[in-house]
T-cell receptor, first 114, second 114 residues
Framework: AQTVTQSQPEMSVQEAETVTLSCTYDTSESNYYLFWYKQPPSRQMILVIRQEAYKQQNATENRFSVNFQKAAKSFSLKISDSQLGDTAMYFCAFMRYSNYQLIWGAGTKLIIKP | NAGVTQTPKFQVLKTGQSMTLQCAQDMNHEYMSWYRQDPGMGLRLIHYSVGAGITDQGEVPNGYNVSRSTTEDFPLRLLSAAPSQTSVYFC?????????????FGQGTRLTVV
């Protein structure tokens, strides 16, 4: 069975700093997707970034980038130039190709301080 | 496009009552799923569907029932509510993209069972 682990329950950084959120996962499958979702206090789940396992190049979306280490089963999220609006819960999630269902980490609460 | 529409946003039930959480998507996605989110935990899969007429159990299916008579709709039924079912519920849909997929979420339902 797949598992996803986020080892940082809470992090806080100053505005404009760079922060890295950690995620590790366990699977025997070779093809899958990995995601980072953001959940602000509004409760809405918002896609931050996605990575396909067969792609070696790390995904980037503006200030957000990942460090995907397939052999180590690690998928960390780096947020550059952090902004107050980045304050939220961040969830790492694994999606199987077979049924497109998500397995989630427990989340990291990120607080950006002014 | 409305995306994924989930109703209601809030609900209070008495122990033993039954109810149905509604979920509809207008994106013609094959895959739909229900998750519950409890404090300190990631989302957990309750039931999912890979197409109309096909449903399957997820990680925590007990006490819940689903059906998928159309591509658009995927209601979740609580058969006899228990306090342990107090949670936030999310409906999601996704598609089998060519290297490009994600899960789209409803706005969530906060359910309290007293």
């Amino acid at each position: 069975a797949q598992t996803v682990t986020q080892s940082q329950p809470e992090m806080s950084v100053q505005e404009a700093e760079t922060v890295t959120l950690s995620c590790t996962y366990d699977t025997s499958e070779s093809n899958y997707y990995l995601f980072w979702y953001k959940q602000p206090p509004s409760r809405q789940m918002i896609l931050v970034i996605r990575q396909e396992a067969y792609k070696q190049q790390n995904a980037t979306e503006n200030r957000f980038s990942v460090n995907f280490q397939k052999a180590a089963k690690s998928f960390s999220l780096k947020i550059s130039d952090s902004q107050l609006g980045d304050t939220a819960m961040y969830f790492c999630a694994f999606m199987r190709y077979s049924n497109y269902q998500l397995i989630w980490g427990a989340g990291t609460k990120l607080i950006i301080k002014p | 496009n409305a995306g994924v529409t989930q109703t209601p946003k809030f609900q209070v039930l008495k122990t033993g009552q039954s109810m149905t959480l509604q979920c509809a998507q207008d994106m013609n996605h094959e895959y739909m799923s229900w998750y519950r989110q409890d404090p300190g935990m990631g989302l957990r899969l309750i039931h999912y569907s890979v197409g109309a007429g096909i449903t399957d159990q997820g990680e925590v299916p007990n006490g819940y029932n689903v059906s998928r008579s159309t591509t658009e709709d995927f209601p979740l039924r609580l058969l006899s509510a228990a306090p342990s079912q107090t949670s936030v519920y999310f409906c999601a849909s996704s598609y089998s993209g060519q290297g490009n997929t994600e899960a789209f979420f409803g706005q969530g339902t906060r359910l309290t069972v007293v």
